[in-house]
């Protein structure tokens, strides 16, 4: 039992009042435990037919707790013209996220069609545009200072180091900070700017709204079927499944972690009742054997046949070469 609701019900109270208390009690634990839920929810946002992971939070809970790997494509604001360190938003699967929605650890944050009228005019528009410019001007003056007292520490940092030295060397330092008032400058292209990705989304523009109206879910067919029940079977197995769109598969395998492992499998999904040709399954076995890893042909179980057992029917291939 709740402490305060223990004090509330064991001093004695005017006539109903109790009741009242221990309702709103209630309420405010209900509340709580509303909001620690939400918060708790992934949110997923759905960018065309992409769904990205935008909060830290929600990239760090379905990596962990779910098993969703993803592929981080968005730059870095300090690095922003190089690939080799990626940063948010998180793209994960079409798989992964109708799973997480289906089992209720996730929901999809919509944005409004492209049928419908933006409320917004264009003066608030022009009026949220003035406010943003005036927020940057008054940041850039205040990192200007900053930059500029950081320096003047530093010109006095090294006069200090100077003072049992000869004379010319500090007489020049103190010329130049007593011209450093003047000359200095800070470039824009060098402030630092907040991205507010916790919130993703650019609702102040018709065009991009009307471009990230989402189709979602997508229409199904019977490959896109095969691949989510594939990968939900996997998943149940204790699996780690990321793109395998260079390894000419569907998903690779892992068995834990990528951080910490290998993929050992590469899985192609295909429906029971589909033919292959026979080159196509030997381009894929070779392709596993070069890359070391063994190719995985799933199908999933129609469901009114009984003599199969298993949600999904795995067959391995292995290159021994030629006969």
């Not at 830290?56 to 779910?66: A, F, L």
């Not at 003599?307 to 006969?323: C, F, I, N, R, T």
Request: glycine share 6%.
């Amino acid at each position: 039992m709740d402490w305060t609701t223990t004090q509330l019900v064991g001093k004695s109270l005017p006539n109903g009042q109790d009741v009242k208390c221990r309702d709103r009690e209630s309420a405010i634990t209900k509340t709580d435990q509303g909001n620690a839920a939400k918060d708790r929810t992934i949110q997923i946002s759905i960018c065309g037919s992409t769904p990205l992971l935008w909060r830290s939070v929600d990239i760090k809970q379905s990596r962990d707790e779910v098993g969703v790997i993803g592929t981080l494509i968005g730059s870095l604001a300090r690095q922003p013209r190089q690939n080799n360190r990626l940063g948010r938003p998180l793209e994960i699967l079409k798989e992964e996220a109708r799973l997480l929605l289906e089992t209720g650890e996730a929901t999809d944050v919509r944005h409004p069609d492209k049928s419908k009228k933006v409320s917004e005019s264009g003066e608030s528009h022009l009026n949220a545009v003035q406010l943003y410019q005036a927020r940057l001007d008054r940041s850039y003056e205040e990192q200007c200072s900053l930059a500029l007292e950081e320096k003047k520490a530093v010109l006095h940092r090294v006069m200090d180091e100077k003072q049992n030295s000869n004379e010319g060397p500090e007489r020049a330092v103190r010329e130049r900070l007593c011209s450093l008032e003047k000359s200095f400058s800070f470039p824009r292209s060098a402030m630092a700017v907040q991205l507010c990705t916790a919130r993703a989304g650019f609702s102040h523009c018709p065009e991009e709204l009307a471009f990230l109206a989402a189709d979602w879910p997508e229409p199904r067919d019977k490959h896109s079927e095969a691949r989510f029940r594939v990968y939900k079977d996997l998943r149940r197995k204790g699996f780690y499944l990321t793109a395998a769109g260079k390894f000419g598969g569907d998903y690779l395998v892992y068995p834990g972690d990528p951080l910490r492992f290998h993929a050992h499998f590469i899985a192609l999904c295909m429906p029971m009742d589909e033919s292959s040709p026979l080159s196509d399954i030997l381009t894929i076995a070779r392709l596993g054997s070069n890359v070391k890893k063994t190719v995985l042909l799933c199908s999933p179980r129609d469901p009114s046949d009984s003599q199969v057992e298993g949600d999904v029917v795995y067959s391995s291939l292995q290159w021994s070469g030629m006969v």
